[in-house]
């Protein structure tokens, strides 16, 4: 599976975007898919991750439950991270990985990574 991450840009305070995973190689509708970030001196941290395997079941962190959406789209091959209401806190490179069926929240779990897309939210 090789995944590539675009969208990201700079918003404003409380404004919105939208980063999008494209996969190809594989059937990825069996993949679980999460969303990452790593904010400068930061480590790397869980955002979302959406299943496919048995029906479809979104997971959130909770600092940005209720303000971001995952979504897929299986015709597409594209996994989407719908962000609402940015904070400068959502600063940060955002990476879409992924791995066969299950989810995790442990970026270690996964085996597939897209290059990353940064996301900067100016006040």
């Known amino acids: 599976v090789q995944l590539q991450a675009s969208g990201g840009g700079l918003v404003q305070v409380g404004g919105s975007l939208r980063v999008s995973c494209a996969a190809s190689?594989?059937?990825?509708?069996?993949?679980?898919t999460g969303w990452f970030r790593q904010a400068p001196g930061k480590e790397r941290e869980f955002v979302a991750a959406?299943?496919?395997?048995?029906?479809?079941?979104?997971y959130y962190a909770d600092s940005v439950k209720g303000r971001f959406t995952i979504s897929r789209d299986n015709a597409k091959n594209t996994v989407y991270l719908r962000m609402n209401s940015l904070k400068p806190e959502d600063t940060a490179v955002y990476y879409c990985?992924?791995?066969?069926?299950?989810?995790?929240?442990?970026?270690?779990?996964?085996?597939?990574w897209g290059q990353g897309t940064l996301v900067t939210v100016s006040s």
């Open positions: 959406i299943t496919g395997w048995s029906g479809v079941t979104t």
């Open positions: 990985a992924a791995r066969w069926r299950d989810y995790s929240r442990t970026g270690g779990h996964y085996r597939y």
């Open positions: 190689g594989h059937t990825f509708s069996s993949y679980a």
